[in-house]
């Protein structure tokens, strides 16, 4: 099974997302989310004293409320070199948490295959847009009136017995 993103990148927008002794991945990410879409960076960083061979990255498993296109990577990274790829996820639905994207890589170095799978912390969160609300009371409360003012009905008391016999129904 894949490897969960470090939960810090489920809240920031950069950080390591995998690193072994041979290979180090990192992540930024930026989400537009009147697009719906992110769009992440990877960097693969070679810390072998070989160069990576048949190197090749695939994202997969978006799931059924996103698309995922990728940007070709090189196939080979020098010894202490990077390469970097572009992924764009387009939700085109209501994407679920469950369905974190899949980086798949696989490279040869010094005649050792290698094999890391590890998921994207790419989320719902990564589709809401902000509210414009200010941190303080009036502009909560000037901004949460409109929207449970809709929600709230009023009802007419009701006399004892007819409450009375509602309750005796029950």
């Known amino acids: 099974a894949p490897a969960a993103p470090p939960r810090a990148l489920l809240a920031s927008p950069k ?3 995998y ?3 041979s290979i180090q991945i990192g992540v930024m990410r930026e989400s537009r989310p009147t697009e719906l879409q992110t769009r992440v960076l990877l960097v693969y960083g070679n810390k072998t004293a070989f160069p990576m ?3 090749v990255a695939t994202v997969t498993g978006a799931g059924a409320g996103a698309s995922v296109r990728t940007q070709p990577v090189a196939d080979s990274i020098d010894a202490g070199q990077q390469a970097r790829q572009g992924v764009i996820v387009q939700a085109s639905g209501a994407p679920r948490l469950s369905d974190l994207p899949v980086l798949t890589v696989s490279f040869s170095a010094n005649s050792a295959s290698a094999t890391v799978a590890v998921r994207l912390p790419v989320h719902v ?3 809401l847009a902000a509210s414009g609300i200010q941190p303080d009371a009036a502009s909560f409360f000037a901004a949460w009136k409109p929207i449970t003012a809709q929600f709230q009905h ?3 008391p009701a006399d004892v017995g007819t409450c009375a016999a509602h309750v005796g129904r029950l």
């Open 15 to 17: 950080g390591v997302l």
């Open 125 to 127: 969160g990564c589709y």
């Open 154 to 156: 009023v009802f007419k």
């Open 19 to 21: 690193e072994d002794a």
């Open 53 to 55: 061979t048949g190197f």
